[in-house]
T-cell receptor
Framework: AQSVTQLGSHVSVSEGALVLLRCNYSSSVPPYLFWYVQYPNQGLQLLLKYTSAATLVKGINGFEAEFKKSETSFHLTKPSAHMSDAAEYFCAVSGGGGNTGKLIFGQGTTLQVKP | EAQVTQNPRYLITVTGKKLTVTCSQNMNHEYMSWYRQDPGLGLRQIYYSMNVEVTDKGDVPEGYKVSRKEKRNFPLILESPSPNQTSLYFC????????????FGSGTRLTVV
């Protein structure tokens, strides 16, 4: 079985500060890992994904994430927060099983960026 | 433009009145899925389809039906909606293969009173 845990339902940072959103996963098969962002009143947009190539993955809008197998983590970071980064972020895992490619989502983390 | 289109965006209905939420994608994706989003629970899969005429239950299928008669369309049907189905619904599609990311629709906010 697969699962995702996002640590912290709300994260608040100042504009220009480092953004760190935490995600830990559980998977009995090699996982594919994703980060999605949801802006208010919009659908989910893919930020980046890990598919067993490079462990450091770069995505859109300056975000990146590092896959750490030993820690079963896939934390999302951005060196300098911008006001436009305020949104809800979801970590998700997929891979293996009868429902091939089923995405299992974490509970989400709301990022607040203070001026 | 490659996209997943859901309609309607907002819907208020009464308990027991059948409704359909439409979903259409223009990317020729084989795999389509419906999710519901509830506060504190993230997104949970309702139904999915691996291809035309191939559908199966996800994690929370009770009270929902789907069909996949054409590759591009994957409607979600609530035969007798109840208040606990008040939620934000997303349709998504992707290529076959777990390594592909989904493309999501803009969502349908459903309120059942």
């Amino acid at each position: 079985a697969q699962s995702v845990t996002q640590l912290g339902s709300h994260v608040s940072v100042s504009e220009g500060a480092l953004v760190l959103l935490r995600c830990n996963y559980s998977s009995s098969v090699p996982p594919y890992l994703f980060w999605y962002v949801q802006y208010p009143n919009q659908g989910l947009q893919l930020l980046l994904k890990y598919t067993s190539a490079a462990t450091l993955v770069k995505g859109i809008n300056g975000f990146e994430a590092e896959f750490k197998k030993s820690e079963t983590s896939f934390h999302l970071t951005k060196p300098s927060a911008h006001m436009s980064d305020a949104a809800e972020y979801f970590c998700a895992v997929s891979g293996g099983g009868g429902n091939t490619g089923k995405l299992i989502f974490g509970q989400g983390t709301t990022l607040q960026v203070k001026p | 433009e490659a996209q997943v289109t859901q309609n309607p965006r907002y819907l208020i209905t009464v308990t027991g009145k059948k409704l359909t939420v439409t979903c259409s994608q223009n990317m020729n994706h084989e795999y389509m899925s419906w999710y519901r989003q509830d506060p504190g629970l993230g997104l949970r899969q309702i139904y999915y389809s691996m291809n035309v005429e191939v559908t199966d239950k996800g994690d929370v299928p009770e009270g929902y039906k789907v069909s996949r008669k054409e590759k591009r369309n994957f409607p979600l049907i609530l035969e007798s909606p109840s208040p606990n189905q008040t939620s934000l619904y997303f349709c998504a599609s992707r290529w076959t293969g777990a390594n592909y990311g989904y493309t999501f629709g803009s969502g349908t906010r459903l309120t059942v009173v």
